[in-house]
């Protein structure tokens, strides 16, 4: 709440940037998915992004962006639920149809609680059921561009790097040269390995056939091997990003599942963006980082204590949410637009600063 904010659809898809006081950019930016591949028994392949329908944008036949990708969901299996903060999709066997998958989606937005509110964070929870009798591998991949929305990526200069954090977190940071004097966004993708997940990383893939690796190999690596190279994790920074040019980073988190078994895989995303610059007048630190601190690099450190905490942001949203939906007095619609429609103070433009200043400069 007031650090900025990215919707995210029914379809899957991330809209409506307002990172920037002022600035709204409503269209989604197609490149950040999820998307999963699946192996059975060495022979049964399945892949495909986690996004039903066909868009205009994809409709190219040669290209080495992403409409290389697998755009196999038709989306008439799968259902959407929302009650802010929280969402729930399910995918019932699609792409495998032995293979039952639900995103459990959850922000920190939690009454009385203003230090965890504040954090521009959210959490992805996959839990991945096997209903078929052959053992599963199942890839799932977040895949990111290094954008704050509109035709931001191609400003140039944006850079790309991976991380390896505490408590298993690992991912990659996607720090971007905000435009036109606005001040940088840096972007943490990351996902929590443990004995069962294992996490790797494409720290960065383009859209062309100049790029060092294109969206179309990223793609092929993962249906060949359902992971990237450990020593990716070691890799330098990416060089900064030409004028016109798109770079993205994926994080992969792997599992298998055995036969009737089931297996939960762990995202997390976070941005650090503590400068609020206005037009006219003083530039402010935003709230979250009187707790985090002002540095580009705290959003390893929110993606971190997300991935840590978010089963007790869980459990303190359901006290405050049961009480009321349990009510029988109050009609069902009221009850869930009660909710749904308290996403307004987020995604509503709004800043929460720290009550200090920086200079008016914005240095």
């Known amino acids: ?18 990172i920037i006081p002022g600035s709204c950019e409503m269209s989604p930016v197609m490149e950040n998915q999820f998307s999963i591949f ?25 290209d080495d962006g992403i409409s290389s990708w697998d755009w196999k969901l038709r989306g008439d299996r799968s259902t959407y639920h929302a009650l802010f903060p929280r969402a729930w999709t399910v995918y019932d066997g699609e792409p495998d149809p032995e293979l039952k998958v639900s995103c459990r989606q959850i ?7 203003y230090e965890e509110s504040s954090l521009p964070t959210s959490v992805f929870v996959y839990t991945i059921v096997n209903t078929g009798k052959e053992r599963a591998k199942v890839s799932l991949v977040m895949t990111w561009a290094n954008s704050i929305g509109g035709l931001s990526h191609h400003s140039g200069g944006h850079v790309n ?44 893939f383009g859209l062309s056939r100049e790029s060092s690796i294109t969206a179309r190999e990223m793609w092929g690596t993962l249906i060949q091997d359902g992971s990237f190279d450990r020593d990716n994790f070691i890799a330098s920074p990416s060089r900064p990003s030409s004028l016109g040019d798109t770079v993205c980073a ?32 003083n530039a402010y630190y935003r709230r979250y980082t009187k707790f985090y601190g002002t540095s580009p690099r705290s959003s390893i450190n929110m993606v971190q204590d997300a991935l840590m905490k978010y089963k007790h942001w869980e459990e303190e949203i359901d006290k405050w949410q049961t009480p009321i939906l349990r009510d029988d007095r109050l009609p069902e619609w009221y009850k869930i637009t009660l909710f749904n429609e308290l996403y307004f103070l987020v995604a509503g433009g709004t800043v929460w600063i720290a009550l200090l200043s920086v200079d008016p400069s914005g240095e």
Not at 3 to 16: D, K, L, M, P, T
Request: net charge positive; hydrophobic share 35%; proline share 7%.
């Open 38 to 62: 699946i192996t059975r028994g060495g022979n049964k392949k399945y892949s495909s992004v986690l996004a039903p329908g066909q868009h205009d944008c994809l409709k190219k036949s040669s």
């Open 1 to 18: 709440m007031g650090s900025g904010s990215i919707s995210r659809g029914f379809r899957g898809e991330f809209a409506h940037w307002q």
């Open 161 to 204: 790097e991976p991380f390896i954090g505490e408590n298993g977190v690992s991912g990659v940071l996607l720090h971007h040269k905000t435009a036109n004097g606005n001040p940088p966004v840096t972007f943490a993708v990351a996902a929590c390995e443990n004995q069962n997940v294992n996490v790797t990383v494409l720290p960065a």
């Open 250 to 281: 994926a994080v992969c988190a792997s599992t298998w599942v055995e036969p009737h078994g089931r297996c939960t895989v762990v995202f997390s995303l976070a941005w650090s963006s503590p400068k609020v610059k206005f037009k006219k007048g």
């Open 107 to 113: 922000s920190p937005f939690i009454p009385h609680n």
